[in-house]
């Protein structure tokens, strides 16, 4: 998903759980990587800050997944994402 967008050479700002995970985003060609804990709307909000579109890749199978998206979409509408993909 990340490469698709980054071939239509739209913007992309990832929001992942640890830092290690941002070398492979940055090899793909992410510059704007935010580190967060999904279970913490707080970390999140500031996430969503500026963004007009949102593709939400949850972790699939996990106990707290409904809660996690969410948080998701609770921080998309108080932020105006104009639209919102659960992936």
């Known amino acids: 998903v990340v490469a698709a967008l980054l ?3 739209a913007k992309v700002r990832a929001f992942i759980r640890n830092a290690e995970q941002a070398a492979g985003l940055r090899v793909l060609g992410v510059t ?14 500031p996430a969503v ?12 199978m996990h ?3 409904k ?4 948080h998701f979409v609770q921080a998309a509408m108080k932020a105006r994402v104009a639209r919102f993909i659960y992936y």
């Open 32 to 45: 704007d990587v935010v580190v967060g804990d999904m279970l913490r709307p707080e970390t999140i909000e």
């Open 63 to 65: 106990a707290d997944e």
């Open 49 to 60: 800050q500026g963004c007009t579109a949102m593709v939400h890749i949850g972790p699939p």
């Open 67 to 70: 809660l996690i998206t969410s």
């Open 7 to 9: 071939e239509r050479s």
